[in-house]
């Protein structure tokens, strides 16, 4: 598993200029709608941009199917909250009783690199960057219906009845917040390809509306 800190210890609050042009995209929305496999489908593409995937770290117990270091970093509690404490999180936030947190180092080094980062994340934690990194960019997607969304949450089948009812409960709250967002990417059933598309054509245009902007970590 990689490393998720990659900064100072105990620098909670960390500064330094990304390369020119590099942007820091976040892709958020609710729990179900697709956020891995429309990144997974990212990541397939012909890519003219070097974009870096930030893997997330989380408490959470590994689904099947699941890579550590690739869908998640996989971390018990003690070495989050350890991590937390350090201030190696840009972001860390609590959702459906597990933590999420974002890795600082991958975040500073992709971009001083002059590449584009991709991160994806919850909500919550969107907010939490929105307000300290004004310039990211942020697309949040969503399901063609609440029902959509709830039949795929239920389909995955991987969690007990009342982690369900809790993410389709979260579900409903969160998709009243994509008004909070610079972009809203509905992810059709069975387009996967297509909304990949449209996510990789939203950075595109942000590049070249922005070539030289200059994101803040």
Known sequence: MSDPGAVGAGSAVETGDGAA??????????????????????RRRPAARDFHYVVTCTTRARRPGEVDGRNYQFLDRDRFGRLRDAGEFLEANQVHGQWYGTPRGQVRDALAAGRDVILKID????????????????????????????????SRATETAD?????QRNAAIELARQDDYDYVVTNETGQVERTAERIDEIIAEQRLRHPDRRVRV
Do not use: C, M, N, W
Not at 31 to 37: E, L, M, Q
């Open 123 to 154: 909500v919550q934690g969107a907010q939490v960057i929105k307000e300290t990194i004004p310039d990211a960019l942020l697309i949040f997607l969503v399901p063609p219906s609440l029902e959509d969304l709830f039949q795929r949450l239920r």
């Open 163 to 167: 982690q369900l009812e809790l993410r």
């Open 21 to 42: 042009g590099a942007q820091l995209v976040i892709i958020s929305g609710p729990s179900g709608v697709g956020k891995d496999t429309i990144i997974e489908a990212l």
